[in-house]
């Protein structure tokens, strides 16, 4: 199917009739998914985000349920069902990814998430293709191709060149059957006057300018929980959290509660590895107390022990804790350092 | 600065920092590097002398430093790079008991205003910095900056001025203060809706040196977890407060938020009001506490008493 | 010589409940085991045991309004699960408070379990401290249960003083009347009424002279009893596969998600808390 950029609007009116539709837009200055209305304007140009849509299935704060203790004095517990019909339209292959880590660690290993699958079924991925990477996007290196999301529902890539009257044209394909069944909703906004073949998609050659290599990266991690380049990477680290926040793959949390009177509400929220009270146990003792251990922590969960449990590195290479760092501690310098490091594996 | 300027400081940069380390004056220096992409630039910590070629100064050195001495004293004497304000920022920890100047050795930079290695342009903090050179050094790296900021200078009267006017460093403040309080409500109800609490104004700041920040005190639970309108605004607006009248204006937690928070303006508007109620000095000049609410003369006024 | 296997990983949600749920109970029974440590039985709300844990799983135990906090089940009876609760910090505070009756939380159960099939015809010795008695005696307990099926059980407890022994009548009056049953206990410091042992564990361990002879030694307690407890063994000759230990970190979540008790590929409240020693020098800073 060949969709017109100019036919983009109407479908995605069309779609907010069924759904909760997510595009990426800028919102009070900063870049994200914007639940879509007629007032939205999304912003397909937006390479990467400055928020990654991971909130949509891990929300930042997510009530889990409610308790207190009836007028009888019995307690109880009472879930809060939140999952709604999610439509993500516009999303880069690497955020594409970073959902495919996520189930990883929600629904496999003998646990699944209830909260998170809840959301995770009702959602509809729509990718779209990336032609021009930013200067801080890697995923390449990170073994992903910028202009195929395998994972999503539905891939739109920009097809060739914009034709006489200035209008994108994308092709859309279907990858899932859920992704099948979707686009009938879409078809009323096909472009009726040309056919797919008239179009060449971009192709596997768009390619990001940052380069690592990650040969042998896990397998030297292996053998360098001790190296002194911990200390040396973590000393200009200030362990705030923007790293673990920005990230579309970091997904750790806490759990909390909020009350009032005799009833409350326990929540999860994001939490991050960096900070100090993350591991700090009743009694005061912390396992990862120093600047180090809390560096060395996200760095080898990322590449070394998310790999050795789940297979696939815990980066997909969006760049976006690589922009955002307040102090310019690059994932990808770390990584050509291990690189050159000089350990046997 | 011009090309030569910044190569010139550099190389007289490099010399020192290599002079002091092979001597072992200090036992690390602290300073800038150059990053992976054009013009960007990392904090280095330099403890080998032959290291020292590493370090690089230059428009772009973006990054308040002053903060770096706190984790870096336990190894000995830390030579650090200083402007206006990570002078200032010295300054601040030392009239907070965080630091003593014995344990610093502090290399003067003249400054004339950081750019943004992305775009270019003057940085936001440096549009309103009133102290391009550093207020206290040991040494100084080259001549004091003549003339104001590239960028601040730009209106006539520059010329003569090194430091912007109050007006303009209060534009933002006169600008909200103007506001229908509806309007500035949802200035900053918006503001504080995307703040996502990841704490990088806390942590960038040299005034934030508590041992355990209000926020990590679970057990008295005064900062919930949770990210909502309500506990965003306690976050920060409390971190100002607390802040109060130790804020050196460096801009770094504006320059470190990266939801673009208007950070500078709620810590400025406690500058201007505590300048415009008890003509407070600006803090971190000097190694004293001058701050109006942290100290107490026996002379002053007790009219609500 | 083939070793004991230890299954990581093993445990699962239980189908049709969310994991993250807990299950509205009552004390039942409250019991001051020693000036800050107390034990606690949890009963469901109709009056059962609110799950079935096996020795050396985890749950956690929640307290309306003040969160949750992950102990091990220390033992089980017909109607009720039993944890041992140390006052350390805010919750355990207010568990300490609790009296037969109160409304809690309850969900788990989690992580693996002690090697009791695999440990059968053993002789056993087991090393603890203070309140890291408590994952000890869900399996010594269990042990009992079956007495005939395992080999000798041998007992090295200590405390900083008599007043941390936690379950010392139990201990020191019951247990050593059962077959093939031997109990060691030492105190740290001199104290009144006290005239048993004065010694720190690893060199009272060391004393009693324990020889491998297919022995498999269980080790629980605090990071330095830990530490000196696990080179007295490797002293006396034990293979670190035939030392098993239970680990401890702080938890939030008890399935492996939330992240906090990461080490290397392993979190502790899903694959562990138990592992051999073995399984550990192969975990990066696992025992450090």
């Known amino acids: 199917m060949i969709l017109r950029h100019s036919s983009l609007e109407g479908l995605l009116s069309t779609l907010s009739t069924g759904a909760r539709v997510y595009v990426p837009a800028k919102a009070d200055g900063v870049t994200k998914f914007v639940l879509y209305s007629s007032s939205v304007r999304p912003d397909f140009s937006i390479t990467n985000t400055t928020m990654p849509p991971k909130d949509l299935l891990f929300p930042q704060t997510q009530h889990m349920y409610r308790y207190g203790t009836d007028a009888e004095g019995v307690p109880y517990v009472e879930p809060v069902h939140d999952a709604d019909d999610v439509i993500v339209f516009g999303m880069r292959p690497c955020d594409v990814r970073s959902i495919e880590c996520m189930d990883d660690v929600f629904l496999t290993k003998g646990f699944v998430d209830v909260s998170y699958q809840a959301k995770r079924e009702r959602l509809l991925m729509v990718a779209m293709a990336c032609t021009a990477p930013a200067p801080t996007c890697f995923c390449n290196s990170m073994g992903l191709c910028p202009t195929a999301a395998p994972l999503a529902d539905i891939l739109l890539r920009p097809a060739g060149a914009t034709d006489a009257s200035g209008d994108t044209a994308y092709l859309v394909e279907a990858q899932s059957e859920k992704g099948q069944a979707a686009l009938a909703q879409w078809e009323s906004y096909k472009a009726t006057d040309t056919s797919d073949a008239d179009f060449e998609p971009v192709s596997a050659a768009v390619s990001c300018s940052l380069k690592v290599s990650m040969v042998g990266v896990k397998d030297k991690l292996e053998a360098m929980f001790d190296h002194p380049i911990w200390e040396q990477l973590s000393k200009k680290c200030i362990t705030c959290g923007t790293c673990t926040f920005v990230c579309p793959t970091c997904h750790c949390f806490d759990i909390s509660q909020e009350n009032r009177l005799s009833e409350g509400t326990r929540f999860r929220c994001w939490d991050s590895c960096m900070f100090t009270a993350y591991t700090e146990m009743a009694g005061g003792h912390n396992p990862r107390a120093s600047k180090s251990a809390r560096v060395r922590q996200r760095f080898m969960h990322k590449l070394c022990f998310f790999e050795q449990r789940y297979g696939k590195t815990l980066c997909v290479g969006c760049g976006r804790c690589v922009e955002k760092c307040p102090v310019a501690l690059d994932i990808t310098c770390l990584i050509d350092q291990i690189g050159a490091a000089d350990v046997a594996y | ?305 | 010589m083939s070793h004991i296997e230890i299954e990581h990983g093993c445990a699962r949600s239980v189908e049709g409940r969310d994991a993250l749920m807990p299950l509205p109970c009552r004390v039942l029974a409250v019991s001051q085991e020693t000036s800050d440590v107390k034990a606690l039985r949890i009963t469901s709300l109709q009056g059962t045991r609110p799950f079935d844990a096996k020795p050396g799983q985890t749950a956690m135990l929640s307290i309306i309004p003040s969160g949750e906090c992950m102990f091990c089940v220390s033992s089980q009876g017909e109607d009720y699960l039993e944890f041992t609760v140390k006052k350390v910090g805010f919750v355990t505070e207010q568990l300490h408070a609790l009296r037969p009756g109160d409304a809690v939380g309850l969900r788990g159960p989690y992580g693996n379990w002690f090697p009791y099939e695999g440990l059968r015809g053993k002789d056993l010795l087991f090393i603890g401290g203070g309140i890291g008695m408590a994952p000890l005696r869900s399996l010594i307990t269990y042990l009992f249960d079956c007495r005939s099926e395992y080999g000798a059980i041998d007992l090295v407890y200590s405390g900083s003083t008599p007043d941390d022994l936690v379950f010392c009548r139990e201990i020191q009056e019951d247990w050593p009347r059962i077959d093939g049953v031997t109990v060691h206990l030492s105190v740290y410091r001199e104290s009144p009424g006290w005239d048993g042992e004065v010694a720190f564990t690893a060199p009272f361990l060391e004393r009693l002279g324990y020889a491998p002879d297919g022995r498999i030694a269980v080790l629980c307690g605090g990071p330095s009893l830990f530490r000196t407890c696990l080179a007295s063994l490797e002293k006396l000759g034990f293979a670190p596969e035939d030392i098993i230990t239970t680990l401890e970190m702080r938890m939030k979540c008890g399935i492996g998600k939330c992240g906090r008790c990461n080490i290397g590929s392993h979190y502790i409240c899903l694959d562990g808390p138990v592992f051999s020693i073995a399984e550990l020098h192969k975990i990066p800073g696992a025992l450090h």
Not at chain 2, 46 to 72: F, H, M, W
Not at chain 2, 108 to 124: I, Y
Not at chain 2, 167 to 186: D, N, S
């Open chain 2, 1 to 305: 600065m011009s090309l030569s300027t910044a190569e010139a400081l550099t190389d007289a940069l490099r010399e020192e920092a290599r002079r002091l380390l092979a001597e072992g004056t200090v036992a690390v220096v602290v300073g800038w590097e150059a990053g992976r992409f054009p013009n960007q630039t990392t904090p280095a910590f330099i403890s080998d002398p032959e290291q020292a070629q590493r370090l690089v100064y230059g428009d772009y050195c973006v990054n308040t430093l002053a903060k770096y001495a706190l984790g870096e004293k336990a190894a000995g004497k830390v030579a650090v790079c200083v402007r206006g304000c990570d002078s200032r920022g010295i300054n601040r920890m030392i009239a907070d008991n965080q630091l003593l100047r014995d344990e610093v050795y502090l290399l003067g930079l003249p400054c004339s205003g950081m750019k943004d290695p992305a775009t270019g342009s003057l940085l936001m903090k440096c549009r309103t910095c009133t102290e391009h050179d550093a207020v206290t050094y040991d040494v100084l790296l080259g001549p004091a900056t003549a003339a104001g900021h590239d960028g601040a200078s730009a209106d006539s009267s520059a010329g003569d001025s090194e430091h912007v006017s109050d007006e303009q460093r209060f534009t933002a403040v006169l600008g909200i203060e103007e506001m229908a309080p509806e309007k500035r409500r949802a200035l900053f109800d918006a503001a504080f809706n995307k703040c996502i609490r990841c704490y990088a104004c806390r942590k960038s700041c040299p005034c934030c040196t508590c041992r355990e920040c209000f926020v990590d005190q679970l057990r008295a639970g005064w900062q919930g977890k949770q990210n909502n309108l309500a506990e965003n605004r306690f976050y920060n607006i409390t971190r100002v407060f607390h802040i109060g009248d130790r804020c050196i204006e460096c801009g770094e937690c504006e320059r470190a938020c990266p939801m673009g928070l208007p950070l500078m303006a709620l810590n400025r508007k406690m500058v201007k009001d505590l300048k415009s109620l008890f003509n407070a000095d600006d803090a971190g000049m000097t190694e004293e506490n001058s701050a109006a609410l942290g100290r107490y003369d026996l002379g002053d006024l007790e009219e609500f008493m």
